[in-house]
């Protein structure tokens, strides 16, 4: 009883959660749009969170008369948790955004969403229906032709109010993001502000899509280029970055011209919806943003679609080369960011406090689960001394849940994910590895219930483990060894993967021989997680990336446009020259 009363009061004093468009609900399926939304402020109980002023239906208020009186005392949280419960869950439904109008789905078919840190239930997904996703495709190939030819500089306007109330929202995205994925407050804040970015960085799409212009290519003939948006265009997310990879996606496509369809992760929906709120809150009009929800069935009618000329994807290398080959074979675009295994070479002559720490935060920050973690290490010449001293700063860190002020790692994001991790640990000793750390058996108190793995850490790690083959995603760090910095590079460039590597060293020579050589498509140099700004593009390589434009930057502005080539004469032609066959040149 003391332990679910400590939870509950834990809860209750965080935050609101959830965005605004919860302030109606429906079973109906009716609509509650921006416009009919005022402000609302939440409590939370439970993990769950709802409107202070809550009406809640009479038949319901009749239950349980003490229900009514909403006091939270010894007496009546007990014998009201469980009401609670059915209730909020059945009334915080995560509503799908169509044409303008946050919808509530027809669906009959629900997934939980799931505090990884209490395996409380936060709210509840639909599988979009069938007939809903046609209708977000098609409010979004009804809005493209005013939304393209509305001037760059108003379409500027809306991502610079968005960055405005995006920053402005920060805490509230962050503490949603802590709920429904796990992360510690910190990181989800940094999570908001790397795609916070990029809005910034749209916000001068004019100078990115300019085009080009060659005057008197011919006698009298000028030719010039333009950056036009594709149409419809869709994200496909992950979990791990529930900000962060949805502001990688529409904010570009959108103020490019093009209107977007996004699907969420179905493990943590909530930054999206919020995200959308604040855009429709920006300018953004009805329509230009939409979003769905579902799992592979909706992902499969995104590829399908002949709408939707374009697809952005972040997540697994299962289901980027699926929706890669499906959506391709449909000639669609597609950008696909997928698995990774991110090496970093310590040479001995680099500076150890600083690379011991640079290898701790890579490797264990939020519990491993980012795509460029920094999961295996190769130290050149002897490992001992900086084994032992890297074991000394994992065993420091503390594992609690996201929302505790102490927490420097949160839980992993379900069940499934922890026994999969535990499995590669275990996979790694039986093939001859040693545990020099192992967090697989850590509780943490208040939260026995969590996913929780604490940092763990293996070496003697040779390539031929599934361990080394296989991307983790979780808080393990493997540690190689290699004779030579050539050694080292050969073991990094064998990996199939290419997302990113880094080396650690006082060299200049030697850095300079990695940076030329490693085949990572991101290369850091005394920088552990090198993902550069958004002036740049996310540049992953080889297995870790799938088409030929990648993410944000002026590789990501060409993914979401095409160019048209306009060739024009303005002259006073002579008459009586007659008809030429012959083909057109540049010769007078």
């Avoid at 629900?110 to 395996?119: F, R, S």
């Avoid at 749209?202 to 060659?214: H, I, P």
């Amino acid at each position: 009883m003391l332990t679910r009363l400590a939870s509950i009061q834990r809860v209750r004093n965080l935050k609101a959660v959830r965005p605004q468009i919860f302030a109606k609900f429906s079973t109906d399926a009716k609509l509650y749009s921006k416009q009919h939304n005022p402000p609302v402020s939440f409590v939370c109980f439970s993990g769950k969170c709802f409107p202070e002023k809550f009406d809640f239906p009479e038949k319901l208020m009749k239950i349980h008369g003490r229900v009514v009186s909403l006091r939270f005392n010894l007496v009546h949280v007990y014998l009201c948790f469980t009401f609670f419960n059915a209730l909020l869950i059945m009334y915080q439904r995560v509503p799908n955004l169509i044409g303008g109008a946050f919808i509530e789905s027809r669906s009959s078919e629900y997934i939980d969403v799931i505090n990884p840190a209490t395996q409380e239930v936060v709210s509840q997904l639909p599988l979009t229906t069938n007939e809903e996703f046609k209708a977000a495709v098609s409010a979004a190939k009804q809005a493209f032709p005013s939304w393209r030819n509305t001037p760059i500089t108003t379409r500027q306007r809306v991502m610079l109010k968005l960055q405005e109330l995006i920053r402005g929202d920060i805490d509230k995205l962050a503490m949603n993001i802590t709920t429904e994925q796990g992360k510690t407050l910190k990181d989800a804040q940094g999570d908001v502000f790397r795609g916070l970015e990029v809005v910034e960085h749209s916000c001068g799409m004019a100078t990115l899509q300019m085009g080009e212009y060659v005057p008197n290519v011919s006698n009298g003939i000028d030719t010039y280029s333009l950056r036009e948006p594709l149409g419809v265009c869709a994200g496909i997310c992950p979990f791990n970055f529930p900000a962060m990879i949805p502001l990688w996606m529409f904010p570009v496509a959108v103020t490019c011209g093009n209107t977007f369809v996004l699907k969420p992760s179905e493990k943590d929906p909530g930054a999206s919806i919020m995200l959308a709120e604040l855009a429709m809150e920006a300018g953004l009009p009805d329509g230009v943003l939409n979003i769905v929800h579902g799992t592979h069935d909706t992902v499969n009618a995104i590829c399908d679609d002949d709408n939707i000329r374009a697809i952005s994807f972040v997540g697994s290398n299962v289901a980027g080369m699926h929706i890669y080959a499906r959506a391709s074979a449909k000639g669609k675009r597609v950008q696909s960011n997928m698995g990774a295994k991110n090496h970093g070479i310590v040479l001995p002559d680099a500076n150890m406090d600083a690379t011991l720490n640079a290898l701790a935060a890579a490797g264990f920050g939020a519990a491993g689960q980012r795509c460029m973690a920094l999961s295996t290490v190769v130290f050149v010449g002897d490992s001992k001394s900086w084994e032992d001293k890297l074991v000394e700063r994992a065993k420091a860190l503390k594992v609690n849940a996201g929302t505790e002020a102490d927490a420097d790692l949160g839980p992993v994001i379900s069940k499934q994910a922890k026994e999969r991790i535990c499995r590669l640990i275990q996979s790694g000793i039986e093939s001859g590895a040693r545990l020099l750390l192992d967090g697989r058996n850590i509780v943490v108190p208040g939260y026995e219930h969590g996913n929780f793995i604490g940092p763990t850490i293996l070496t003697d790690v040779t390539a031929d483990m599934e361990c080394y083959k296989e991307e983790i995603f979780g808080p393990v760090l493997l540690c190689m060894q290699a004779d030579s910095l050539e050694e080292a590079i050969k073991i990094v460039n064998k990996n199939q993967y290419g997302n990113g590597a880094a080396i650690f060293t006082s060299s200049g020579t030697a850095a300079r021989k990695f940076q030329t050589e490693i085949e990572a498509g991101q290369v850091g140099i005394n920088v552990p997680i090198p993902v550069p700004l958004p002036f740049f593009s996310f540049t992953g390589s080889k297995a870790s990336f799938a088409g030929d434009l990648n993410f944000y930057g002026k590789a990501g502005v060409n993914f979401y446009t095409q160019i048209k080539t306009v060739t024009q004469q303005w002259r006073d032609l002579p008459g009586g020259s007659g008809v030429s066959l012959a083909m057109p040149t540049s010769q007078k």
